[in-house]
């Protein structure tokens, strides 16, 4: 018997996500991203099928990695354009009651003193739904634009993060104590100065002095979200992460990344079980086996090639243009997402360019699983038995129709088969996901920096 399976949909800010060319399909909706109401009718579908949340991944810069430019990007709308995913936590938020709001910030890009802000203010616009998903960047383009000349290397990009997150813990946690804003009419005292401190932090890579700007939101610490598979990514998210996201092309990497993630927060103090794991996968299905298949077929009539391997490459750091379509992929070292060409250059199969760009057309680096509610329901519990997985992060095909068509024909095999909710719980998204407080539990890092004077002396000694 499978364990509860959890969805979360897989979307951005842009034209074509993870299924390049897409677009173009008569039914796509992704064109529509500029508009609010693309987003509210998505949230109602979701909401309908008791999503855990909506992912919203984000890059700063563009693809410029194949053939050596961001032609192929711009001219098959391969995430560019791209806007501002943190705005969209409020109007999400307006038009449902308990869908979770995962937003991606950088911390390669985003000041902590300032986003620590913006996190707080939306976390209390949607009253505790606000998720981080925590990414350190991968794309020269975007550290080129903002004056910084190139990106980090892959792992000094991770010595950063930990410290942006001490930083926000510092911020969100400890800067105001738990009774300091008292809203007192009679007194006309909004909030007692000497129960707001500031934080005192002087690092290697930052220096915030002051107060947090916010009063504590219902989450204080919006739920934290991690995407890193690499040695450094893991032992990140070991750390810090309430949620993990993998993208695994098979199940056996897939068994031995969710293994890796658990062990290691147990040595870091951690309940193993606390860290939920995402796995990356696109379901197409239908009523019957046959009509999921066609389907299928239909949709791959609009893959663009070229905008498969404009993904391939910025991903990886590898211009795949350079190639011929049946040389096979070799691991290079590039400061890209190092995960990403460890899985395809050194796992369980030998891929030739050709079949990367055919297998990334639809739904990027993750699989594709067809056929009728019963056949993928089978699927989905196979995967979770075999890899210990909590859920899946699914990506869409076609706007809005692949998340419609899971809300109508999947959810309900799921829920029949006892193995998917059948309504949310109360509260924050914290409280959703785990069943108990809206805060951090206190075997967090985040818990150490709820008393800042007493960390800014340890800290001074």
Not at 50 to 67: E, M, N, T
Request: charged share 25%; aromatic share 12%.
């Amino acid at each position: 018997m499978s364990k509860t399976i959890r969805f979360n949909a897989f979307e951005m800010n842009c034209v074509g996500h993870q299924s390049p060319g897409l677009w173009s399909h008569p039914r796509d909706r992704s064109w529509e991203y500029k508009d609010l109401v693309y987003w509210t009718d998505l949230a109602k579908i979701l909401e309908k099928g008791i999503f855990d949340g909506i992912f919203i991944a984000d890059v700063i810069g563009y693809y410029d990695v194949y053939k050596g430019s961001n032609y192929h990007a711009l001219q098959q709308g391969a995430q560019i354009p791209v806007n501002d995913p943190l705005q969209l936590a409020a109007p999400i938020a307006m038009v449902t009651e308990h869908l979770g709001i995962g937003i991606t910030a950088s911390t390669s890009f985003e000041h902590p003193y300032t986003f620590a802000r913006r996190l707080s203010t939306a976390d209390h616009h949607t009253k505790g739904r606000l998720g981080w998903n925590i990414v350190t960047s991968y794309l020269e383009s975007g550290a080129k634009n903002i004056s910084e000349g190139g990106l980090r290397r892959h792992d000094n990009r991770y010595e950063v993060a930990n410290e942006y997150v001490e930083v926000l813990y510092k911020l969100l946690e400890g800067s105001w104590e738990s009774g300091a804003v008292v809203r007192d009419r009679s007194k006309r005292i909004f909030a007692h100065p000497e129960k707001v401190h500031e934080i005192g932090h002087k690092g290697k890579y930052f220096e915030v002095p002051g107060y947090h700007l916010s009063e504590p939101s219902p989450q204080r610490t919006p739920v934290l979200y991690q995407a890193g598979a690499s040695g450094a990514g893991k032992a990140f998210a070991a750390q810090h992460a309430e949620c993990v996201f993998v993208a695994a092309p098979s199940q056996s990497l897939l068994k031995a990344y969710v293994s890796d993630v658990r062990q290691q927060a147990a040595l870091a103090g951690r309940d193993p079980k606390k860290v939920l794991t995402y796995t990356l996968v696109t379901v197409i299905v239908d009523e019957t086996d046959a009509k999921a298949h066609a389907k299928f077929e239909d949709y791959k009539r609009y893959v663009s090639y070229d905008g498969a391997l404009v993904f391939m490459s910025g991903w990886t750091g590898i211009d795949f243009g350079q190639y011929a379509p049946t040389d096979l992929i070799r691991k290079v070292e590039t400061n890209a997402i190092v995960s990403t060409v460890e899985h395809l250059a050194g796992g369980d199969k030998a891929w030739t360019i050709e079949e990367l760009a055919t297998w990334g057309g639809v739904g990027g680096l993750g699989p594709v699983f067809v056929g009728s509610a019963s056949t993928v329901a089978d699927i989905l519990e196979q995967w979770v038995d075999a890899t210990d997985v909590d859920g899946f992060n699914l990506a869409y095909a076609v706007a809005h129709e692949t998340f419609e068509d899971v809300v109508t024909y999947l959810v309900p095999e799921l829920q029949r088969r006892g193995v998917y909710p059948t309504a949310y719980k109360a509260g924050t998204l914290r409280e959703k996901l785990f069943g108990e407080g809206p805060l951090l539990p206190e075997n967090h890092p985040a818990a150490r920096f709820r008393d800042i004077e007493k960390v800014k002396r340890e800290q001074a000694s």
